[in-house]
């Protein structure tokens, strides 16, 4: 597995595109104090999208949307990231994403299955609205 770390200067312009190449994928989110408890706040659920507001010096935010059984959206916010890594298997695969914060935190999006985008090129699961 190896590990991409992506620049704060790329981070809209990658999430935009993240979000266009997995939209519908499952993935499970996860997060990790700075003590190390880890606690799943979703499993397996579509991906609707994720942005980065990084305009603000102040307080940069990363979000990650999911579509939910009987919601919208649910949406996770990480306040003041620094640090986002993609982890690609040895196809080049994305396997997961991690989010670090200045509070200690690291932010896990992983994926049910990693599978090369192009494998599923024109697989879109249905948006329930």
Do not use: C, Y
Not at 47 to 57: F, K, Q, S, V
Request: charged share 25%; aromatic share 6%.
């Amino acid at each position: 597995m190896s590990i991409r770390h992506i620049p704060r200067a790329e981070w809209k312009e990658f999430f935009d595109s993240f979000s266009r190449e997995h939209r519908g994928w499952l993935v499970t989110t996860q997060v990790s104090d700075a003590s190390g408890v880890s606690e799943v706040e979703a499993r397996e659920l579509p991906l609707a999208g994720i942005t980065a507001e990084t305009t603000d010096p102040g307080e940069p935010t990363i979000e990650v949307m999911l579509r939910a059984p009987h919601q919208a959206h649910l949406t996770h916010t990480i306040r003041n990231p620094f640090s986002v890594r993609l982890f690609e298997t040895e196809e080049h695969a994305h396997a997961a994403l991690s989010i670090e914060s200045l509070d200690g935190s690291i932010n896990t999006v992983s994926f049910r299955s990693a599978v090369p985008s192009e494998l599923v090129d024109g697989f879109m699961a249905p948006d329930p609205h």
